[in-house]
């Protein structure tokens, strides 16, 4: 899988900007893919991810991926949560990721210096252990 850096620069290219949103969406494609066995989603057809969310993170997690609704690749759910579950047919291990709530408030712990609260969760979302950004169970 390519490093953080360069799949937010093709997120942020398909998505329009920089957000907390794409860099979350982001961190959890490539935590998904990686969970499921797929560290290229780019290079295969033997990836289905759901989305539950229609917002930023939604964009960065197809950008990362690959995966299309037109392409019956990507599945929208609307349950209003920033998850996905990632599908590996052809191992039929799946694992949903759900962005953890709090993680919020604990953005200013990481960028004490933030002016405001989308610069502190911007910028700790880049540096913030999976753990703390992320639940994970399989499906």
Not at 43 to 56: F, M
Request: proline content about 4%.
């Amino acid at each position: 899988m390519d490093t953080l850096e360069n799949l937010l620069e093709q997120s942020v290219a398909f998505h329009g900007h920089m957000c907390p949103g794409q860099v979350l969406g982001v961190r959890l494609a490539m935590m998904g893919c990686g969970a499921v066995g797929i560290p290229d989603p780019k290079g295969t057809k033997k990836l289905i991810v759901y989305v539950e969310i229609d917002r930023c993170a939604s964009d960065a997690i197809q950008s990362v991926t690959g995966c299309k609704l037109g392409k019956r690749s990507l599945k929208f759910v609307d349950y209003g949560k920033l998850a996905a579950t990632f599908i590996n047919t052809e191992t039929q291990r799946a694992i949903r990721v759900v962005a953890r709530e709090d993680s919020r408030d604990k953005a200013y712990d990481y960028v004490p210096s933030a002016t405001s609260k989308e610069e502190a969760q911007l910028k700790a979302y880049m540096v913030m252990p999976e753990e703390e950004l992320f639940t994970f169970q399989e499906v």
